[in-house]
């Protein structure tokens, strides 16, 4: 015959155990460097922020709603008012952002400058307009 008999040969399965689990292990710290801390130092974050808002914080919640607090109810639960005279309780954990944090009342700051004041502009610094 002009075949010759085909011999199996060994399966490949008799490699070490390191390198099957090496890629897996590999995986599994790509994942946790790239998502999985960087997620929970996000949440961590988060919570300290929700838990130093005090009385007189601007916030905005997770609707996008911006309002100040007028009251700390409870470890859960905050009140903003978000115009005259209209108050609504908010759930902390949907605090999305503190921006602007209660300062203490100090008698020698000054006034902030008129944000609509003419300075000239351009032309103004330059000399060129009259």
């Known amino acids: ?16 155990i390191f390198s099957a689990i090496l ?36 916030v905005v919640t997770g609707g996008g709603i911006i309002g100040r607090v007028t009251k700390v109810k409870d ?3 905050i009140q903003v008012e978000i115009s005259e005279n209209v108050r609504i309780d908010v759930v902390k954990g949907t605090l999305t952002e503190v921006r602007t944090k209660s300062q ?19 032309l103004g610094k330059l000399g060129l307009k009259k």
């Open 75 to 77: 470890e859960a639960t």
């Open 23 to 58: 890629p897996l292990v590999l995986i599994f710290g790509v994942f946790y460097f790239l998502l999985i801390r960087p997620q929970q130092k996000k949440m961590k974050e988060h919570r300290s922020m929700v838990e130093n808002v005090r009385r007189g914080d601007t």
């Open 1 to 16: 015959m002009l075949i010759s008999p085909a011999y199996a040969q060994a399966a490949g399965g008799g490699g070490d």
């Open 104 to 122: 203490p009342a100090s008698g020698d700051a000054k006034p902030a400058a008129p944000a609509n004041e003419d300075k000239g502009g351009l």
